[in-house]
């Protein structure tokens, strides 16, 4: 949920409130677990999260990885960074196609139709400007 949104809740939604909930999933799945998962006091945590509170990093993270959520978690959404800037830093990392197509084909157990499977699912094209 968009931090602002704790203080005030007619502060709008926009891409960047998505921004920071991706920032959140990206912290979740480095961590393997939800964020903030001893809190139980949920007013406390909305204090606490609207005041700059975040989630450690956990050991062995890569540090670009980190540094890109810690991004998407700024404070101010017009200093997170844009879906496409994300992407961007996504396929620098080596995420994307490159990265599945050395994997597929050092596996002599993957059929055709799996490997034919990978390089679909991996070859999506979003427009986030119609979104």
């Not at 809740?9 to 677990?33: C, N, R």
């Amino acid at each position: 949920m968009e931090p602002k949104r704790f203080i005030d809740p007619k502060f709008p939604y926009a891409k960047s409130s998505d921004i920071y909930s991706f920032g959140v999933l990206m912290w979740e799945i480095s961590s393997g677990y939800p964020p903030f998962k001893e809190n139980d006091n949920k007013i406390a945590l909305a204090v606490s999260i609207s005041n700059g509170a975040r989630e450690i990093t956990i050991t062995g993270t890569p540090k670009e990885y980190e540094n890109l959520y810690k991004k998407c978690w700024k404070r101010e959404p017009e200093q997170r960074p844009t879906i496409n800037e994300i992407l961007d830093e996504f396929e620098r990392m080596g995420f994307g196609n490159n990265v599945t197509s050395e994997l597929v084909k050092d596996d002599d157990n993957l059929t055709s139709e799996s490997v034919e499977y990978v390089n679909f699912s991996t070859d999506v094209s979003v427009d986030w400007n119609t979104v």
